[in-house]
């Protein structure tokens, strides 16, 4: 196996489109048309969804920064001294940081995303406000493994994984509980995790929160194919999708699609792919949990519940666990 570090940026830039064109022609050429979410974020993607996160209909964020900021004392105490705090998905790290403020003498910082550009920045920045924590930036998908082995191991200390954001909720409760298993296997007894989920609620405020009044939520889905367009030489229309959101109750999620508003064919990367006028490419699964149905999960995949926060009309928690 190849090091990373000699393999050419150019070389490593094209092992990713290609895994992303792979990732494309297999979604479209399923019978419900469907692209990984993942791709949502990429520059463009991850501005428009920091834009979603200051919109008054979309109330996650803000309530899951008021829970922090409420309950921040408990949840050091929960996490306890010299604990290493690990972050899959870490983006900006802006989370992270009055978490790591609050916390006694933290040993260490390991923050891991796809975007190496958005890591370094936040290391730079945390680094000027915590000059003594040791932080380690691990560039890649938290889902695969090589991200979480070229991490120092730091088994002998306390770990807490810290999962906020609700970013659970893209997963299926299948997906997810592999996930928070594969979580619990990287983990020592004692050692935690501090996750934050969307709560099931009034169809109407997750169908608001999903659907802005600025559009922006359609933008970022849209962008989706702009990326394709621009990364992988398609032929979408942009006048010829639109935006839709819904809330699935039997599911518990919001489903987020782009609908074709026409018949019409758009080729990717010299293949045709056909749709139906109000035929759908789902992009995204917001799952929404039950606090009891979030602990049962978490005892499912390992981990036992502590204890939990939650804001007062109960619309998000955060859950404090130990494996
Ligand atoms: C980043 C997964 C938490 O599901 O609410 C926001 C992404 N999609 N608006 C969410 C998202 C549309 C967001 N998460």
């Keep these: 196996k190849r090091d990373e570090s000699d393999r050419?940026?150019?070389?490593?830039?094209?092992?990713?489109?290609?895994?992303?064109?792979?990732?494309?022609?297999?979604?479209?050429?399923?019978l419900q048309k469907t692209l990984p979410?993942?791709?949502?974020?990429?520059?463009?993607?991850?501005?428009?969804?920091?834009?979603i996160c200051k919109l008054e209909d979309y109330y996650l964020t803000r309530t899951e920064a008021q829970i922090f900021s409420d309950h921040l004392a408990e949840m050091a105490q929960a996490i306890g001294p010299d604990a290493v705090i690990i972050e899959p998905g870490a983006g900006n790290c802006a989370k992270a940081e009055p978490l790591l403020a609050s916390l006694e003498r933290p040993a260490a910082?390991?923050?891991?995303?796809?975007?190496?550009?958005i890591l370094l920045a936040a290391r730079r920045r945390i680094h000027t406000h915590l000059p003594n924590l040791d932080i380690h930036a691990g560039v890649g998908d938290?889902?695969?493994?090589?991200?979480?082995?070229?991490q120092p191991p730091m088994e002998a200390r306390r770990r807490v994984i810290f999962f906020p954001g609700s970013t659970i909720?893209?997963?299926?409760?299948d997906q997810a509980r592999g996930l928070l298993r594969a979580f619990a296997s990287r983990l020592n007894k004692g050692d935690g995790m501090l996750i934050g989920t969307d709560l099931d609620k009034d169809p109407v405020i997750l169908e608001r929160a999903y659907n802005d009044s600025e559009q922006v939520t359609a933008r970022f889905n849209k962008n989706l194919l702009?990326?394709?367009?621009?990364?992988?030489?398609?032929d979408f229309d942009l006048s010829r999708f639109a935006h839709r959101s819904f809330y699935h109750p039997l599911r518990c999620r919001v489903e987020m699609h782009l609908v074709s508003l026409t018949r019409q064919s758009v080729s990717v990367a010299g293949r045709a792919f056909a749709f139906l006028e109000g035929e759908t490419i789902h992009t995204e699964n917001s799952h929404k949990y039950s606090l009891a149905g979030f602990r049962d999960t978490l005892r499912s995949t390992g981990f036992v519940p502590i204890r939990h926060w939650?804001?007062?009309?109960?619309?998000y928690a955060i859950h404090f666990a130990e494996v």
């Design 169 to 173: 909720g893209n997963f299926d409760p």
């Design 226 to 234: 702009t990326r394709i367009n621009n990364e992988l030489g398609a």
């Design 310 to 315: 939650s804001d007062s009309s109960s619309h």
């Design 142 to 150: 938290f889902t695969e493994d090589e991200t979480w082995a070229a």
């Design 109 to 117: 910082y390991l923050p891991m995303d796809i975007s190496p550009e």
């Design 37 to 51: 979410c993942k791709y949502l974020y990429d520059e463009a993607g991850s501005e428009l969804f920091e834009q």
């Design 8 to 30: 050419g940026e150019s070389d490593r830039n094209e092992g990713c489109r290609r895994g992303f064109l792979e990732d494309v022609i297999r979604g479209l050429s399923e």
